[in-house]
């Protein structure tokens, strides 16, 4: 059985928003919201023109081995997918927010069309037939590489093997899924990453969500 | 804080994508049988739609760069649209703009039928009418024109934007015959293009995936997407391959990605550029093995350029007196001179000072850009793998036609036939200039209103034709834009909006969107993979819309007769054919539908024999050759049987069906799909094909058969010309002090011809972002749910001197007097003497319920400036007060 994760080429991208296009227009996601299932976080650094800095970090749901958002749901509606997706059955929501606050990652909203909390979903349904999600597909200078951990062979383990990664708020321990790619070059290395991140190596990090991830395979659901 | 974060906390628009595109998710009970329901029916809905959708490969039409994709229609409706990867051009990937085309078919606003204006000009009150309503209108008023104007056909004007329809438009006014067409040329990319070719005789493009070193001048090739330079340059930063100098007024996305940004002063580019020649003149950095060997076998003028950089005029342009005027250090222009030198000798010209497509910025941009191209060849990076390739593409034939009469009453452009003999602006005879075009239609247009003389070679222009083109949007000063629609007695709009220039039309033809259509196919000579594309009708035409081709072909037959007849009229010379035409004669009664003369018909109505004689004879072949005044002539094909011909022609019946099936064809992409690596069905890349993002770049490399060279256009001799004699010596005015000035052979820094903001004014430049191709979808649900409002970027420090913070509103007054308000966004990414806005936004047709009045129109308060040498919009050449509100 798959476990689906991605990892992001994050140097690459230029804050296009090809990604969020793609997206609403193969899950219907709401427009007019506050947020989006997929989007580019913003750090802003520097004081004049001369040494101002954007950073960007494509981001979306992490689809963590240990979601809390899981946990945390009194319905059972946000739950494990088969291949490890974090999703959400619309029809069990009851919008209680629990999941919203549990998120250390804000990737939830609530959509009104749906009278649900919605999220990103990996684009289950699509995956099945492209092998990749919508974001990845469009992505113009190809920042994420959507695969499957379990599989040696597979174009993100591939990547992951070959280059030092981070996640985000790795402290919360919830075993998340997006791996930032770590960039070569020193000097941005350090502008990106900031203080107190950690790298990693695949070798070093494949037991551990090994292990997570079958302890929590008997709770995967079918979709 | 971000103004895009910002962007994103609002609620204009509900419902969702889906939805609005047709689509309704599984529908689910609130009393589920069993749990998880729901989300199981909505993942196998999913699945079975996409395996039992169509799919179709078209190419964009959001911008000009046409990228290849694959439309999913499910029950007729197009849902998803995903990159095509044998149209290696785009390089399988496809912008939020590329993905919004959804949006634009099933825009609510979208003109579903012909209207015909029944309010004022611009008010926005129209009838709906019949096709064939709207064409007689439009037959009628043609008619009315060309007669009194006595066969000038150049009274009416025709106006186009770029796309893949452009051959079916121009054909028609081919036929018409009119002299007077303006595109977005010289609102564009003119001052570039114009230099590059004068210099090195075509344009090219930028080969960044060889390139070592490029260094940007204001091109924010992060927001303003184009392929495949976005696409190969941002892969290749952070030391991955190439550094990429990015220099700007302001901090934009390109910046963030770029490995060095250095700010600089507005309107100053052409000083940094004289002083890297003269730097590199003068420290011998072009006189190293390759480049000597380089200039020796391609360049002329060498010895001009370094006698006017040592001793002449250049002598003084020194990284010093450039550090004076463009605010960036002297020891940084002279490193980055050097450091492009070393890359561009190392790697034997792989480094590419990169010119802008868009680049109608200050009157000094002609200037400007001779000097960047002078750059390029001067470290021999023209012509060569990882610079400046002047590529070449397939061969294929365009839709056009060849055989329409010439029409000897047709005046020459207007833009043109008023200027002084041998004076410049240097317009492009067959794309005018926008700005000089409106401007002498306007007065002379109010003139002749007036019943006032003309001046010698004028005439008044009554009717204008638009297509795809939104002039009141685009082309700075936008009251007289709409001044000049006024003037006229026809103005036609050909789009798929009621956008700005609608308003102003008396006709509006709704065309199909892209989606919706077969366009004629279009030879890509991209860099290394040229290839031909095809854009395939991927769903039916809504409501009564009809493509760009059934318009032209439709609206030919009906005017085509009649204008026949009124050239016939016109012609007629009473002394040569020694009988006088009957004031009420009608050669249009007398035309078969073949156009020949139904010589029964008029001998029955005309007792002068000799008269008859004297028509048939003028009719004749000898003479007027009446059957080629047929226009409909030339749209005997429909764009689906041109492709199928033309490929089958040029390429072989098996090429014409791969580009019938996968919208792409170059030779060898038989092998590539043979190999198995595109899925039938899906037509994208098969799911478990690995490696999918670098089999991108080696599909073409590995399948292709021409000549891994056949991008290098092969030139004998020396095709460079560093000094411009032709040039030399030609007269402009300089648009600041009134006074006439001289072109020189090699390019000049003109003080004169630079302003700076004074008393409290500070600059205006106008830009792109990633959002919207200008003002071509104003209305676009999809891209306002990502950017609804084009804030005003202010510098930090100024908005608190004027007492402003992020959304408050301010009056920005320009020197001719004309004011927008707008909301302020400030910020430090941007200098204290320079202000920025968006294109695209602000839109005042009442009939856009999404896209109507969000922020400043560029047109409103650019000023109507113009560029001396060749007529382009000088756009930032705009300097306002502000004052808050």
Redesign the interface.
């Known amino acids: 059985m798959a476990n689906y994760a991605i990892a992001l080429e994050y ?8 990604c ?3 997206c ?13 299932r997929i ?1 580019v976080g ?1 750090v ?1 650094g ?5 040494d ?5 970090y494509p981001s979306q749901c992490n689809h963590c081995i240990d979601a809390p958002c899981v946990t945390v749901c009194p319905t ?1 509606a946000s ?1 494990f ?1 088969e291949g490890g997706i974090v ?6 929501c009851i919008i209680c927010k629990g999941c919203m606050e549990a998120c250390p990652y804000e990737a939830r909203f609530v ?4 009278h649900a909390v919605d999220k990103c979903t990996f684009c ?9 999600t ?1 974001c990845s ?6 920042v994420r ?1 959507f695969g499957d951990l379990e599989d040696e ?3 993100i383990v591939k990547l992951l093997k070959e280059r030092e990664f981070f996640v985000l708020k790795e402290n919360e321990g919830t075993l998340p899924k997006l791996f930032y790619l770590a ?3 020193v000097e ?1 290395r350090k502008r990106t990453l900031g203080e107190g991140i950690t790298l990693h190596k695949w070798d070093e990090f494949k037991p551990k969500y090994e292990a997570a991830a079958q302890a929590k395979k008997p709770e995967w ?3 | 804080m971000s103004e895009i974060i910002d962007l994103k906390r609002r609620s204009f628009l509900k419902g969702s994508a889906g939805v609005a595109a047709g689509v309704s998710l599984a529908s689910t009970s609130a009393f589920a049988l069993s749990p998880y329901e729901d989300a199981e029916n909505a993942k196998m809905k999913k699945e079975e739609e996409i395996k039992n959708a169509k799919y179709t490969p078209t190419f964009c039409g959001m911008c000009v760069n046409m990228c290849g994709f694959i439309a999913r229609n499910v029950n007729g409706k197009i849902t998803k649209l995903d990159p095509n990867p044998l149209f290696t051009k785009s390089r399988n990937f496809a912008c939020a703009r590329g993905n919004a085309g959804i949006a634009a078919a099933y825009d609510p606003d979208r003109l579903k039928g012909p209207m015909i204006r029944v309010g004022k000009r611009g008010e926005g009150k129209f009838k709906e009418v019949t096709w064939e309503e709207a064409y007689e209108y439009i037959r009628e008023k043609m008619v009315k024109i060309l007669d009194e104007e006595k066969d000038n056909r150049s009274a009416i004007a025709f106006g186009a934007g770029a796309g893949a329809e452009e051959p079916l438009f121009a054909t028609f006014k081919d036929g018409v015959g009119s002299n007077n067409f303006v595109d977005h040329f010289t609102t564009c990319f003119a001052p570039a293009f114009i230099a590059n070719k004068l210099i090195y005789g075509s344009w090219g493009s930028a080969d960044f995936e060889k390139s070592k070193y490029v260094l940007m001048l204001g091109a924010n090739r992060a927001e303003a997407i184009v392929t495949p330079d976005t696409l190969d340059l941002f892969r290749k930063t952070h030391k991955r391959g190439a550094k990429v100098v990015y220099v700007d007024v302001r901090y934009t996305n390109t910046a963030a990605q770029a490995d060095e940004f250095i700010p600089i002063k507005p309107g100053t580019d052409l000083a940094l550029m004289l002083a890297m020649i003269n730097h590199t003149i003068n420290s011998g950095l072009h006189k190293t093995p390759y480049k000597s060997e380089y200039l020796s076998k391609y360049a002329n003028g060498l010895e001009e350029l370094e006698a006017y950089f040592t001793t002449g005029e250049g002598s003084k342009y020194t990284p010093e007196w450039a550090s004076k005027i463009t605010e960036i250090p002297a020891d940084t222009i002279r490193r980055i001179t050097e450091e492009f030198a070393e890359a561009a000798e190392k790697y034997q010209g792989a480094a590419n000072c990169y010119r802008s497509r868009k680049s109608t910025w200050y009157f000094q941009d002609f200037e400007f850009r001779r000097a960047q191209a002078i750059f390029n060849a001067l470290h021999g990076c023209v012509n060569r793998p990882g610079g400046v390739l002047l590529n070449r593409g397939l061969k294929a034939e365009k839709y056009e036609y060849e055989d329409f009469p010439i029409y000897d009453n047709a005046k020459p452009r207007i833009d043109l036939a008023l200027l002084p003999k041998g004076e410049y602006p240097l317009i492009n005879p067959g794309k005018g200039s926008w700005q000089i075009f409106r401007n002498t239609v306007l007065d002379i247009n109010t003139k002749w209103k007036k019943g006032e003389k003309l001046p010698e070679n004028a005439y008044p222009v009554r009717g204008m034709f638009i297509y795809r083109e939104n002039p009141i949007q685009s082309v700075p000063g936008r009251e007289k834009t709409e001044k000049m629609f006024d003037t006229m007695d026809l103005v036609v709009v050909i789009d798929i909006l009621p956008n700005d220039t609608a308003m102003y039309a008396d006709v509006i033809l709704p065309d199909t969107v892209y989606l919706e259509r077969t366009s004629p196919l279009k030879s890509f000579g991209t860099l290394r993979e040229p290839m031909i594309g095809c854009r395939w009708a991927a769903a039916k035409p809504l409501y009564k819309t009809k493509p760009l081709y059934n318009i032209m072909k439709e609206l030919s037959e009906k005017v085509e007769k009649d204008l026949a007849a009124i050239t016939f009229k016109y012609t007629w010379d009473a002394d040569e054919l020694g009988v006088e035409l009957p004031k009420d004669f009608n050669l249009a009664k007398y035309l078969t539908d073949d156009f020949e003369i139904d010589e029964e018909k008029l001998k029955a109505d005309i007792k002068d024999e000799e008269l008859v004689k004297a028509i048939l004879e003028w009719a004749g072949e000898d003479n007027l050759d009446i059957s080629t005044f047929k226009l409909s002539a030339a749209y005997e094909k429909t764009p689906e049987e041109f492709n199928e011909e033309v490929m089958e022609e040029l390429y072989g019946k098996k090429a014409a069906e791969i580009l019938k099936e996968y919208g792409v064809y170059w030779p060898g992409i038989e092998k590539a799909i043979e190999a198995g690596l595109i899925d039938e069905h899906l037509k994208v890349f098969k799911k478990d094909v690995p490696n999918k993002n670098v089999l991108i770049y080696e599909l073409y490399k590995k399948y292709c058969t021409l000549p891994e060279d056949y991008c290098i256009v092969p030139k004998k001799g020396k095709f460079i010309k560093l000094s411009l004699k032709n040039i030399a010596g030609k007269k402009f005015k300089n648009p600041i002090t009134g006074e006439s000035e001289t072109v020189t052979d090699l390019p000049k820094w003109r003080n004169s011809m630079f302003e700076e903001p004074k008393n409290n004014e500070v600059r205006l430049v106008i830009g792109r972002h990633g959002y919207f191709t200008q003002s071509s979808h104003p209305n676009n649900y999809l891209l306002l749910d990502l950017m609804n409002y084009n804030y005003i970027w202010i510098n930090d420090e100024l908005a608190l001197e004027l007492g402003v913070k992020f959304k408050d509103e301010v009056e920005l007054t320009n020197r001719q007097g004309y004011k927008v308000r707008g909301k302020v966004y400030p910020t430090k990414r941007i200098r204290k003497d320079t202000i920025f806005i968006a294109t695209g936004l602000g839109s005042q047709s009442k009939l856009f319920t999404l896209g109507y009045d969000n922020g400043v129109s560029q047109a409103q308060i650019a000023e109507d400036r113009i560029d001396p040498f060749i007529g382009a919009s000088s756009m930032n050449e705009t300097f306002v007060k502000i004052r808050k509100v």
């Not at chain 1, 690459?12 to 090809?18: E, G, P, S, T």
């Not at chain 1, 609403?24 to 989006?36: P, S, T, W």
Request: charged letters at 35%; one cysteine or more.
């Open positions: 140097q690459n991208c230029i804050d296009c928003r090809a969020e296009v793609a609403k227009d193969e899950n219907g996601v709401m427009l007019g919201a506050d947020k989006q989007w913003i802003e520097g004081e004049t023109l001369a101002v800095f954007l950073n960007f059972g739950h997918a999703k959400v059955d619309y029809d069990m959509d009104e069309t749906r289950d349904g699509r995956i099945q037939e492209y092998g990749t919508a597909a469009t992505c113009p200078t190809k590489t062979d597979s174009d960039p070569e070059d941005f659901k079918k979709a």
